[in-house]
Nanobody
């Protein structure tokens, strides 16, 4: 059974930083590209960052380029998202999932974790 457990969110002031973590289980983590998605109220879930199996290639949506960094630790089945210079538009619930294919944006698994809330406010 696939389990995705996100953590690390919180309240941060504009310009601040957070590092999110996602612990995955139930599948062979090192075989799949992994992505971080986010969903803000009233908006569709979007892929914001993704990494190939060993991090050799990455994807970032335009709005986070230069501010967010995705990384992964395959022995720990964990993917991270370092978020710097956070802006109010970054506020959302952040989720991780494996990617169905690379390149691509579609998640592999229909089940999602609980997500981690990121709030950016002064």
């Amino acid at each position: 059974q696939v389990q995705l457990v996100e953590s690390g969110g919180g309240l941060v002031q504009p310009g601040g930083s957070l590092k999110l973590s996602c612990q995955a289980s139930g599948f062979t983590f090192s075989k799949y590209a992994m992505g971080w998605y986010r969903q803000a109220p009233g908006k569709e879930r979007e892929l914001v960052a993704a990494s190939t199996t060993f991090g050799g290639d990455t994807f970032y949506t335009d709005s986070v380029k230069g501010r967010f960094t995705i990384s992964r630790d395959n022995p720990k089945n964990t993917v991270y998202l370092q978020m710097n210079r956070l802006m109010p538009d970054d506020a959302a619930v952040y989720y991780c999932n494996a990617l169905l294919q690379w390149p691509g944006v579609r998640p592999k698994y229909d089940s999602w974790g609980q997500g981690t809330q990121v709030t950016v406010s002064s």
